[in-house]
């Protein structure tokens, strides 16, 4: 194990040269992470508002200058509820100037209930965004529960996850931590 993770580590350090290097990024992915696919050429995410739970709005553009892992969930889903706590640690370990996890639950999901969801599960570092009528995820294609995608520095999406994953895992963490050097490095 200590072999791959040192193999990991020396392949998320060779990415620094080169953002856009979805193959060499594509390398790091093991187990869960296989699932992640990166996008060939950077695409264009939605435009519409999404909310806090004091109504107060946002979009993505807001979060433009870091690496972003967007998770899309809700309330009722069974596995956002498994892979949540893993983005949280991801958080707390990784999150900075370079890379934030963001989280936006789409669909009726009620301000208490999103609560409730996040203190049974013990997670308090992750945003309670709303995107109440779908607008933000309609736009992005996000056709199930939870759809995670990253977003670069310039607000585009480089890659997407459908359905859960372990984030916590060393796989996810070398990715994210070859795209903190690379944004880091610039």
């Known amino acids: 194990m200590r072999l791959i993770s040192a193999a990991l580590l020396y392949l998320a350090a060779t990415l620094s040269a080169n953002a856009t290097d979805s193959a060499a ?12 696919v990166f996008h060939a050429e950077p695409q264009p995410v939605s435009q519409q508002a999404f909310f806090m739970p004091d109504g ?13 892992l967007l998770n899309f969930w809700a309330t009722w889903c069974a596995p956002c509820r498994h892979e949540m706590p893993m983005l949280a640690e991801l958080q707390a370990e990784f999150s900075g100037d370079a890379f934030e996890v963001v989280t ?8 208490e209930g999103m609560q409730k969801f996040f203190y049974e599960i013990a997670v308090d570092n992750l945003p309670m965004f709303r995107d109440p009528k779908q607008a933000v995820a309609r736009d992005m ?10 977003l670069d520095p310039e607000g585009n999406e480089i890659a997407r996850l459908r359905g859960d994953a372990d984030w916590a895992s060393e796989s996810a963490k070398s990715i994210i931590s070859a795209l903190i050097e690379t944004a880091e490095a610039s």
């Open 25 to 36: 990024l594509e390398a790091l992915r093991e187990g869960d992470m296989r699932k992640l």
């Open 141 to 150: 294609a996000v056709l199930g529960l939870p759809t995670t995608v990253i």
């Open 104 to 111: 936006i639950a789409t669909g009726r999901n009620k301000v």
């Open 56 to 68: 107060s709005e946002h979009t993505l553009e807001a979060f433009e200058g870091k690496y972003i």
